[in-house]
């Protein structure tokens, strides 16, 4: 096989991507597999047109552009992405952190007033809310758990990764213990399934085929059944005036609103993400 330029591959890809994805995507696909398969910046390739792949590279690029072709998300891929700027690692059993995800936790950080509060993180997935959390407020006492044995054994590997102290426990999210070790706390923060069955169709084959549906779907018949148990969880576990985070369904707003309304919470505001849409709720309970 003939030496290739990182420049020419950076364009082979791109062109091979486009029957799958739009320009711009095609464009920061390419660029992402060429940096982590060499290391090299394609901006510094592009300077520099005798930078060259080895063999092994040229191969490597070659097969993850065959698992893109089949709708498989690069976060996967790749077996890493980026939250918070932290480097996380993933893969099929957990959620791939989302952008909007990294607005909860910027509102959750810029709402702290102690810098030390203790923290319970429900459905922790990969560990991204509360190993940033964690990472930005060094003296907190961060607790999470998820149901997923797999997903527990993921975030406890990225809070080693980060350095962060975090306590982890395998539960589920609808039958939580009445008594949690570190409790009360000052938050409770939860991203829970709120996509609604019928809401498949709106969906990207990529997420769809691919991340794990117990994380993402309920069903139409009780599509707030992780909120109400969060709410109960969150009155039981809260200290006096302390706060429950969470992302929404951007169709449900009112209706999550009413569910912490009815459990006594105060203080509820809903927040639209950088969209535009209905995406977190934060609630009070008061002293």
């Known amino acids: 096989m003939q030496a290739q330029s990182i420049t020419n591959k950076y364009k082979q890809v791109t062109t091979k991507l486009l029957p799958f994805y739009p320009l711009a995507e095609a464009q920061a696909m390419a660029r992402l597999l060429i940096e982590k398969t060499t290391g090299i910046r394609v901006h510094d390739a592009i300077s520099d047109p005798k930078l060259l792949l080895s063999v092994s590279q040229n191969m490597l690029i070659d097969q993850y552009v065959d698992e893109l072709k089949l709708q498989k998300p690069i976060q996967y891929i790749l077996g890493e992405t980026e939250f918070f700027g932290i480097r996380f690692k993933v893969n099929p059993s957990v959620l791939i952190p989302r952008p909007?995800?990294?607005?909860?936790?910027?509102?959750?950080?810029?709402?702290?007033?102690?810098?030390?509060?203790?923290?319970?993180?429900?459905?922790?997935?990969?560990?991204?809310?509360?190993?940033?959390?964690?990472?930005?407020?060094?003296?907190?006492?961060?607790?999470?758990?998820?149901?997923?044995?797999e997903a527990i054994a993921?975030?406890?590997?990225?809070?080693?990764?980060?350095?962060?102290?975090?306590?982890?426990?395998?539960?589920?999210?609808?039958?939580?213990?009445?008594?949690?070790?570190?409790?009360?706390?000052?938050?409770?923060?939860?991203?829970?399934?709120?996509?609604?069955e019928s809401e498949k169709n709106t969906m990207q084959p990529n997420v769809l085929n691919n991340e794990p549906k117990s994380a993402l779907f309920v069903s139409d018949s009780n599509p707030l059944v992780f909120y109400t148990a969060i709410a109960k969880t969150a009155k039981a576990n809260l200290?006096?005036?302390?706060?429950?985070?969470?992302?929404?369904?951007?169709?449900?707003?009112?209706?999550?609103a009413d569910v912490f309304s009815k459990m006594g919470f105060t203080g509820i505001e809903i927040k639209k993400d950088i969209n535009g849409k209905d995406r977190f709720i934060r609630a009070k309970l008061d002293a």
Not at 111 to 136: E, H, Q, W
Not at 239 to 256: F, M, Q, R, S
């Open 100 to 149: 909007e995800t990294e607005e909860l936790v910027n509102w959750i950080l810029s709402n702290d007033k102690t810098g030390f509060p203790n923290v319970l993180d429900i459905g922790t997935g990969s560990g991204c809310i509360a190993i940033a959390i964690a990472n930005n407020l060094p003296a907190a006492k961060v607790f999470a758990i998820d149901i997923s044995a």
């Open 154 to 196: 993921i975030a406890k590997e990225n809070s080693m990764n980060a350095n962060t102290s975090i306590s982890f426990a395998q539960a589920d999210i609808l039958a939580i213990p009445k008594e949690l070790k570190g409790s009360p706390f000052d938050i409770i923060v939860s991203n829970p399934p709120y996509v609604r």
């Open 239 to 256: 200290k006096p005036n302390g706060w429950v985070y969470c992302e929404i369904n951007e169709a449900l707003g009112k209706e999550t």
